[in-house]
């Protein structure tokens, strides 16, 4: 089947809930079989992956990736095209990568191959991947190199910012609302420590593709009359910091210097590939000759996706898929002619790798 005709099959399934992101697990892994490709299914907490292996020789490829997607008006699930884009939910996030990684494992099937490549599909991505892409890597599902085929219009996202998400209790000293300068206001105690942490060094290192860390108030809580000075406040930090940063060093520093309770909520792996590794290199050789452009974009995600599961194992991982805009929105597309290069773009660099 043409990727482009796979892709629109692909987006056709709602696969916003876990029961239809494990139909389209299903639906590839049958569309496979058909093709003479054997794999399994591998069900972790009701959800479920698919894991497949072909070829030989020392080093082992993983493509990456997910079948699930956002909530979308049905009629985002009727893809249309238009002006050479393909429009609908999933068309860019990430259907379209799933769709050329397929189309290229069949491909590369039928050739003498020098490496394994792993397919890997999963459904959960879009809720954190804990029950796939993590659950994958922890079973030992794992390689030299994974690429995560990610909406990067064709260019190389070899890092990504770790997060944290922390709450940070504070305690002030109620008072007369009348007489506020007879207490302790919490939420401004709150305020202040905010921009206290903002100061602080982790938050001001940068690298060659980040300028620092980011550091977001998502949540407040305190007070609860007008006319009482509130004692007691909690702020919840949306923390993403730059990947060769210690989480752990980051929270005590914290914790050595505000004065409030600090709860640990989450803490995620953050991606340090470099940009001189050997595989990102021949993926770039591929990348630049596929499409005759020598100025392959070479960057960092501000956010985070299941490559950081890989790369906690100190596997090089990467984010690298077609060309598409808008997901997550109501236009979400992909051009359709970059699915077919990125599929080209595969097919190349594995049969190239010479590592």
Same mark, same amino acid.
């Given at each position: ?9 692909l ?24 093709? *003479?490709?054997? +794999? ?5 907490n ?7 292996? %072909? +070829? ?8 990456? +990736?997910?079948?699930? /997607?956002?909530?979308?008006?049905? @009629? ?12 609908? =939910? ?14 290229a ?21 879009e ?21 995560? *085929? &990610? ?5 190389? +996202? ?20 009348? =007489?506020?300068?007879?207490? %302790?206001?919490a939420?401004?105690?709150?305020? &202040?420590?905010?921009?206290?942490? @903002? ?29 009482? $000075?509130?004692?007691?406040?909690k ?26 309770? $600090?709860i640990?909520?989450?803490? *995620?792996?953050?991606v340090n ?34 490559t =950081? ?22 236009? &979400?597309? /992909?051009?359709i ?5 990125? &599929? @080209? ?11």
């Open positions: 089947m043409d990727t482009i005709k796979l892709l629109e099959e987006v056709k399934i709602d696969s916003s809930t876990k029961e239809s992101a494990n139909g389209a697990i299903e639906y590839s892994a049958k569309y496979l079989l058909d093709r *003479g490709i054997e +794999g399994k299914i591998i069900e972790n009701g959800h479920k992956s698919y894991v497949s292996i %072909i +070829g030989n020789g020392d080093k082992t490829i993983i493509l990456n +990736g997910h079948l699930d /997607v956002i909530k979308a008006d049905e @009629k985002m699930f009727s893809p249309t095209i238009k002006e050479g884009k393909m429009y609908g =939910r999933g068309t860019a996030d990430m259907k379209a990568g799933c769709a050329s990684m397929i189309n494992f069949i491909t590369l099937s039928k050739m003498d191959l020098d490496c394994k490549i792993m397919l890997q599909l999963v459904s959960d991505e809720d954190g991947g804990l029950n796939c892409s993590k659950y994958l890597a922890e079973q030992g599902y794992l390689g030299d190199f994974v690429i995560c *085929g &990610e909406p990067t219009n064709l260019g190389l +996202g070899i890092q990504a910012k770790g997060f944290m998400r922390l709450d940070i209790e504070v305690i002030g000293k109620s008072a007369h609302g009348s =007489r506020p300068w007879e207490g %302790i206001n939420i401004e105690k709150s305020i &202040e420590i905010y921009e206290k942490i @903002k100061t602080l060094d982790f938050a001001k290192e940068s690298t060659s593709l980040y300028e620092g860390s980011s550091i977001n108030l998502a949540v407040i809580e305190g007070g609860d009359v007008y006319n009482k $000075v509130p004692d007691k406040c702020i919840g930090l949306d923390i993403r910091y730059v990947p060769h940063l210690n989480p752990n060093e980051i929270i005590e520093d914290i914790k050595n210097n505000v004065d409030g309770n $600090v640990t909520k989450l803490i *995620g792996q953050s590939t470099s940009e001189d590794d050997k595989f990102v290199l021949k993926l770039k050789e591929s990348t630049k000759k596929i499409t005759n452009n020598n100025d392959i974009r070479v960057f960092g995600q501000h956010g985070s996706a299941d =950081r599961f890989f790369a906690k194992e100190n596997i090089p991982a990467i984010e690298f898929g077609p060309s598409g805009a808008n997901w997550h929105g109501d236009l &979400e597309y /992909v051009e002619n970059s699915v077919y290069e990125y &599929e @080209k773009i595969l097919i190349d660099f594995i049969l190239n790798l010479n590592i």
